[in-house]
């Protein structure tokens, strides 16, 4: 699970399985905050191999017992050789019995709602949507890229593009277009935020000039929504500048850019919506209205180990609701 390393949003069972692994593989990663959280408690019982074609990544953030440079794929193939020569192989059955203990947490439940929409609803929807389709996915960054990783079940590789180390709001409309131009006869989705969408919104003109049918899918919840949960979670619900009070009408913006603009609201319309959207051979902006104070989890606190997560609440009372408002309901 790549979040479990890069987005301090990965499942329970890979959390769990990096903190309490004997053996850690790290494949050009940088160490970074992002994969650590605190560093002297960071995976602390491993043995941490780290293949890096850069020297200075070695040992920067993280001591690491075997340091490996070079080329990835030559050092992998060498790995695999050596694997399969190996005439006695550990029982790791053991292991994934305790794996399998931490999957049956279900770390990505969410509570059903009939009445408004639920991000992650949204994207599993989608998701269903295009299942057997030639589709290409980008990102923004924020929740809707937690949830695009988590709820959208990629069946082939490189169908996934995403700013996983920069982090940069706006990329994936632009990126949409590069893929679409790359591939002309693919579906190509933009997952976007409300917030981020707006950073590069301007090449949606670039979408019609060139007629590149991107679409662009944007959970709407009028929120720079990873700011507002780090405000309310960690820092006492104290909000700061994360509401945005002066949203464009995004249907209207679509077409005042020539696109085509579709909006979901409720459950019940988001199904035909999709549908509309996928089917339209133009750029569409389509405004997914969703719950606009819904948390995205698993989530590691700034500063915290990998078995520290913070998870949604399983109990609907105010002892509970406080220990989260507070950032005291750790694991």
Same mark, same amino acid.
């Given at each position: 699970?790549?979040?479990?390393?890069?987005?301090?949003?990965? +499942?329970?069972?890979?959390?769990?399985?990096?903190?309490?692994?004997?053996?850690?593989?790290?494949?050009?990663?940088?160490?970074?905050?992002? !994969? +650590?959280?605190?560093?002297?408690?960071?995976?602390?019982?491993?043995?941490?191999?780290? !293949?890096?074609?850069?020297?200075?990544? !070695?040992?920067?953030? &993280?001591?690491?017992?075997?340091?490996?440079?070079?080329?990835?794929?030559?050092?992998?193939?060498? *790995?695999?050789?050596?694997?399969?020569?190996?005439?006695?192989?550990?029982?790791?059955?053991?292991?994934?019995?305790? &794996?399998?203990?931490?999957?049956?947490?279900?770390?990505?439940?969410?509570?059903?709602?009939?009445?408004?929409?639920?991000?992650?609803?949204?994207?599993?929807?989608?998701?269903?949507? +295009?299942?057997?389709?030639?589709?290409?996915?980008?990102?923004?960054?924020?929740?809707?890229?937690?949830?695009?990783? #988590?709820?959208?079940?990629?069946?082939?590789?490189?169908?996934?593009? +995403?700013?996983?180390?920069?982090?940069?709001?706006?990329?994936?409309?632009?990126?949409?277009?590069?893929?679409?131009?790359?591939?002309?006869?693919? *579906?190509?989705?933009? &997952?976007?935020?409300?917030?981020?969408? #707006?950073?590069?919104?301007?090449?949606?003109?670039?979408?019609?000039?060139?007629?590149?049918?991107?679409?662009?899918? !944007?959970?709407?919840?009028?929120?720079?929504?990873?700011?507002?949960?780090?405000? #309310?979670?960690?820092?006492?619900?104290?909000?700061?500048?994360?509401?945005?009070?002066?949203?464009?009408?995004?249907?209207?913006? %679509?077409?005042?850019?020539?696109?085509?603009?579709?909006? %979901?609201?409720?459950?019940?319309?988001?199904?035909? %919506?999709?549908?509309?959207? &996928?089917?339209?051979?133009?750029?569409? *902006?389509?405004?997914?209205?969703?719950?606009?104070?819904?948390?995205?989890?698993?989530?590691?606190?700034?500063?915290?180990?990998?078995?520290?997560?913070?998870?949604?609440?399983?109990?609907?009372?105010?002892?509970?609701?406080?220990?989260?408002?507070?950032?005291?309901?750790?694991?």
């Amino acid at each position: 699970n790549w979040l479990g390393m890069l987005g301090m949003h990965g +499942t329970y069972e890979a959390n769990m399985a990096m903190h309490d692994c004997d053996v850690m593989l790290c494949v050009g990663a940088r160490f970074d905050d992002r !994969i +650590t959280g605190r560093t002297d408690a960071f995976s602390p019982g491993s043995k941490k191999i780290h !293949i890096d074609i850069d020297p200075s990544s !070695i040992n920067k953030n &993280i001591r690491v017992d075997v340091p490996i440079i070079g080329d990835a794929a030559n050092v992998l193939g060498d *790995l695999l050789q050596v694997f399969k020569a190996e005439a006695k192989r550990p029982d790791i059955r053991p292991w994934w019995q305790e &794996i399998a203990k931490w999957r049956a947490r279900n770390s990505l439940s969410y509570k059903k709602n009939s009445d408004v929409i639920l991000p992650q609803f949204a994207i599993q929807r989608l998701f269903e949507a +295009t299942r057997g389709r030639d589709v290409y996915v980008t990102t923004e960054v924020g929740q809707h890229q937690m949830w695009a990783a #988590q709820f959208f079940g990629f069946e082939e590789p490189h169908r996934w593009m +995403t700013s996983g180390g920069l982090g940069t709001m706006g990329y994936g409309l632009p990126a949409a277009l590069g893929v679409q131009v790359a591939h002309p006869d693919s *579906l190509v989705i933009d &997952i976007a935020g409300d917030a981020s969408v #707006q950073m590069t919104m301007q090449e949606m003109s670039t979408a019609v000039q060139y007629e590149l049918p991107i679409k662009i899918f !944007i959970l709407n919840n009028q929120y720079m929504g990873m700011v507002r949960q780090w405000q #309310q979670l960690l820092h006492g619900n104290r909000l700061s500048h994360s509401y945005s009070e002066a949203l464009p009408d995004f249907v209207k913006l %679509a077409e005042a850019f020539g696109c085509v603009g579709i909006q %979901a609201v409720k459950p019940g319309d988001l199904d035909g %919506a999709i549908k509309e959207m &996928i089917s339209v051979k133009r750029p569409v *902006l389509f405004d997914c209205r969703v719950a606009a104070l819904e948390n995205c989890f698993p989530m590691i606190p700034s500063g915290k180990a990998h078995n520290e997560m913070l998870l949604p609440a399983e109990a609907n009372d105010e002892a509970t609701a406080a220990a989260f408002a507070s950032g005291k309901a750790l694991v």
